[in-house]
């Protein structure tokens, strides 16, 4: 039997769902002291003090060099989790009280054999009215932007026209930085990913701004996308649940709902290219 492991990522001490799969990590512990119960993400080899710029993917480092015996990898945060319950048409996040939540046990299906019909376990993929390369550069900074898309074309020439056919030519991703995997899969993706990262961080320096400071982050939030593309993984696509403490009425919306302004979207994206 294969051994899971699924980080959560959290930069402080909050409660969370119980499950034998689950490692609570500290990001960003080297930044401040060590939360109890938590594997803090400043032992072994680590890019802990980065967290400011990296988010999650200091968590997601240390369990690449560090975590040595888990066989299937996953990563979720501290406030997002994969839905396994929620079917088919589903919006792409479902929000719920956060005693609510940890009031359930957390039930994860049988993941050793969902990964041998599947590949690697995504996110819900967003629909966009613009590529996403477009929607990058309206939310963040273009020019960092055309910076990855260089290093790419140098570093990994082999995945430039994935990287085009999934970010210039397409209005779908999955993001967050959250997946499941098989370890070798997971080993490939992080050393890919983290080269082509570092070299960003040695030619963009990250911004003073908080938000457009975590470049690296969101980044790899599309880089993930193309890995899959370039290497054509038979992809599962789960929707998340978000435990939240000020949950109220009408903050969901239905799966038929999310299913027509997915359409409404790609239709829009598809007039405008």
Known sequence: MSKVTVLICAHKAVSLPQHAYFLPVQGGAALHGHIPGFQPDDEGDNISAKN????????????????????????????????????WPSADKHFVDVNDFLSRPYEFPDVEGLLRQYDIVLPVLRHWRTSNTRQYAGYHIEADWETLRQI?????????????????????????????TRRELFDAYSEWLFNILFEVERRVPPAADP???????????????????????????VPLVMPID??????????LHALWRQTVNDVVYSLRR
């Open 211 to 237: 938000v457009q400071g975590r470049i690296y982050g969101y980044m790899s939030e599309r880089l993930i996308n193309v890995f899959c593309a370039h290497h054509k993984l038979r992809v599962r696509h």
């Open 246 to 255: 000020d949950y109220r009425e009408g903050l969901n919306i239905g799966g």
């Open 52 to 87: 400011g710029h990296f988010c999650e993917l200091t968590c997601h480092y240390w369990a690449w060099k560090n975590l040595k015996d888990a066989d299937i990898v996953g990563l979720n945060h501290y406030r997002r989790y994969f839905d396994f319950r929620r079917g």
């Open 152 to 180: 790419v074309r140098e570093l990994s020439p082999a995945y430039y026209a994935a990287f085009e056919s999934a970010m210039d030519r397409s209005n779908k991703a999955a993001g967050y930085n959250m997946f499941i």
